[in-house]
């Protein structure tokens, strides 16, 4: 399982990488390995302000849809729109070209709930 080291993660499977104001965020390998052959990503809150937790958009696979929840507080200013063509980029490049959405963060983040690669991997061992 592919878990990089200078990303966050959560425990809803997300991952984020901050770079001074903007987050990129996606969903880990762990997840898209879970979900399966996804075909679809609909994200629908470009330029919306969301909070820690919010839904920011669905991921469908074969099987089932998932929620995506915001790792952390912002406002959606970027959308990955090659996943409308090709939804599978998460599949094969989850952390790469598979990203889902930028986001500018509020001013005083709080990211201390986001775990690092060690804790993530520890999770998902169960």
Do not use: C
């Not at 965020?25 to 629908?44: H, K, N, P, R, W």
């Not at 099987?63 to 998460?90: A, C, I, W």
Request: proline share 4%; hydrophobic share 40%.
């Amino acid at each position: 399982m592919n878990i990089p080291q200078d990303l966050k993660y959560t425990k809803d499977h997300e991952w984020v990488r901050i770079e001074g104001h903007t987050a990129t965020i996606g969903i880990t390998d762990f997840a898209q390995s879970e979900l399966g052959d996804i075909v679809y990503v609909e994200i629908e809150t470009l330029d919306e302000a969301l909070e820690e937790e919010a839904v920011f958009g669905t991921v469908e696979a074969v099987k089932t849809v998932s929620d995506l929840f915001m790792p952390v507080p912002g406002t959606v200013t970027e959308v990955n729109t090659e996943l409308e063509e090709t939804p599978e980029l998460v599949n094969s490049d989850p952390y790469g070209a598979g990203w889902m959405i930028k986001v500018t963060l509020d001013e005083n983040i709080d990211a201390s709930n986001l775990m690092d690669a060690n804790a993530y991997q520890q999770l998902i061992a169960g």
